[in-house]
T-cell receptor
Framework: AQSVAQPEDQVNVAEGNPLTVKCTYSVSGNPYLFWYVQYPNRGLQFLLK??????LVKGSYGFEAEFNKSQTSFHLKKPSALVSDSALYFC???????????FGQGTELSVKP | GAGVSQSPSNKVTEKGKDVELRCDPISGHTALYWYRQSLGQGLEFLIY????????KSGLPSDRFSAERTGGSVSTLTIQRTQQEDSAVYLCASSFSEGGSQPQHFGDGTRLSIL
């Protein structure tokens, strides 16, 4: 079965510093991987996806993610964090032809001024 | 509207009552998904529609849960004889097509509280 894991419940970063939110995956076949962000009392917003091609994927709001097949990882990164980036981040993998998403447990990102 | 619309945004009901949650997907999106978000279980898949049919109902937790979709558009998730463990945020998402590389777009959810 497909699965993803986010090893950190919380990540704390100072504003202006680079941030990384970690995700590892376990899939059979080629993975379709996604990152979503959730602000309080809101639904999930799509940030970026990896389907195939370049291992460095660029997405919304200055975020990017690096797909690493040998380490089965798909870490989310941003060169310079903003206080407004503080939110809950989910990594997900597409499962099956129907396309349902299997989510990690989420990582709470806190960016302090 | 531009996005996925869910109603009501909040629902409080007594244990044992039935509830209906509505999802209006993005126009033209043929695939529709229901998920549940709770503190203990995280984000869980419930059911998926392609058009009006539901090829994958594997995430529905019990036979008290059912869903339908009409006209290839609006979907309703019904929970009968609600229990306290049904308290959660129910999220709906839609995408242009099933499978493939299309991202799912989420509504803001219905927060369900069972007293």
């Amino acid at each position: 079965a497909q699965s993803v894991a986010q090893p950190e419940d919380q990540v704390n970063v100072a504003e202006g510093n680079p941030l990384t939110v970690k995700c590892t995956y376990s899939v059979s076949g080629n993975p379709y991987l996604f990152w979503y962000v959730q602000y309080p009392n809101r639904g999930l917003q799509f940030l970026l996806k990896y389907i195939t091609g370049d291992n460095l994927v660029k997405g919304s709001y200055g975020f990017e993610a690096e797909f690493n097949k040998s380490q089965t990882s798909f870490h989310l990164k941003k060169p310079s964090a903003l206080v407004s980036d503080s939110a809950l981040y989910f990594c997900a993998v597409r499962d099956g032809w129907g396309g349902k998403l299997i989510f990690g447990q989420g990582t709470e990102l806190s960016v302090k001024p | 509207g531009a996005g996925v619309s869910q109603s009501p945004s909040n629902k409080v009901t007594e244990k044992g009552k039935d509830v209906e949650l509505r999802c209006d997907p993005i126009s033209g999106h043929t695939a529709l998904y229901w998920y549940r978000q709770s503190l203990g279980q995280g984000l869980e898949f419930l059911i998926y529609f392609q058009g009006n049919s539901a090829p994958d109902k594997s995430g529905l937790p019990s036979d008290r849960f059912s869903a339908e979709r009409t006209g290839g558009s609006v979907s309703t998730l019904t929970i009968q004889r609600t229990q306290q463990e049904d308290s959660a945020v129910y999220l709906c998402a839609s995408s242009f097509s099933e499978g493939g590389s299309q991202p799912q777009h989420f509504g803001d959810g219905t927060r369900l509280s069972i007293l």
